[in-house]
Antibody, heavy 121, light 110 residues
């Protein structure tokens, strides 16, 4: 069964750092584009970052560029999001999402249950 | 990139149809056939319902259908059922390997 499982969320102070992980099973992370999508409490979905499959190209939403970094460890079949300089507005549930193909098309056919990040001031 | 525009709410009685719009620009919805729709029940992860404008993943009922005209995509749910009550989000490829989601629509089954 194709699954992804996020971990690493928690409470962090303003300006702090956190590293989220996404463990994949039932498929290999280098075969599909992978993304992080977040959802602030009571708000809508927001695309955060994407890493392509074989090419490992990365892209970021403007509001996280320079602060967040997405990466992948093929040998562990995991994907990560390093978040630095965290702000209150980064408080959200962070979902790992698998794209249907190698290149980003934003057709997310597998989502994790999310990991909650809370930034306190 | 700005969020795609969806109506905040939509409703229908059981058995009726409801259509949700998703309006973007020629740089996202209008420029690519990579529009997807997601269903999200409270406290749950989103679920892919439609991809590439009109395609249904395996397991999604054929009551769900998608279309696009110009910069506006639409999701139609026919034969509404109680379990269709949820939030629905559209998304689109926005060029330069970026993505964008819609503002979300809460569907209520009366």
């Amino acid at each position: 069964e194709v699954q992804v499982l996020e971990s690493g969320g928690g409470l962090v102070q303003f300006g702090g750092s956190l590293r989220l992980s996404c463990a994949a099973s039932g498929f290999t992370v280098y075969s599909n584009a992978m993304s992080w999508v977040r959802q602030a409490p009571g708000k809508g979905l927001e695309w955060v970052a994407t890493i392509s499959g074989s090419g490992s190209r990365t892209n970021y939403a403007d509001f996280v560029k320079g602060r967040f970094s997405i990466s992948r460890v093929n040998s562990e079949n995991t994907m990560s999001l390093q978040m630095n300089s965290l702000r209150a507005e980064d408080t959200a549930m962070y979902y790992c999402a698998k794209d249907m193909g190698d290149s980003p098309a934003y057709n997310f056919d597998c989502w994790g249950q999310g990991t909650l990040v809370t930034v306190s001031s | 990139q700005s969020a795609l525009t969806q109506p905040p709410s939509a409703s229908g009685s059981p058995g009726q149809s409801v259509t949700i719009s998703c309006t973007g620009t020629s740089s996202d919805v209008g420029g690519y056939n990579y529009v997807s729709w997601y269903q999200q029940h409270p406290g749950k992860a989103p679920k892919l319902m439609i991809y590439e404008v009109t395609k249904r993943p395996s397991g999604v009922p054929d009551r769900f259908s998608g279309s696009k005209s110009g910069n506006t995509a639409s999701l139609t749910v026919s034969g509404l059922q109680a379990e269709d009550e949820a939030d629905y989000y559209c998304s689109s490829y926005a060029g330069n390997n970026k993505g964008v989601f819609g503002t979300g629509t809460k569907v209520t089954v009366l």
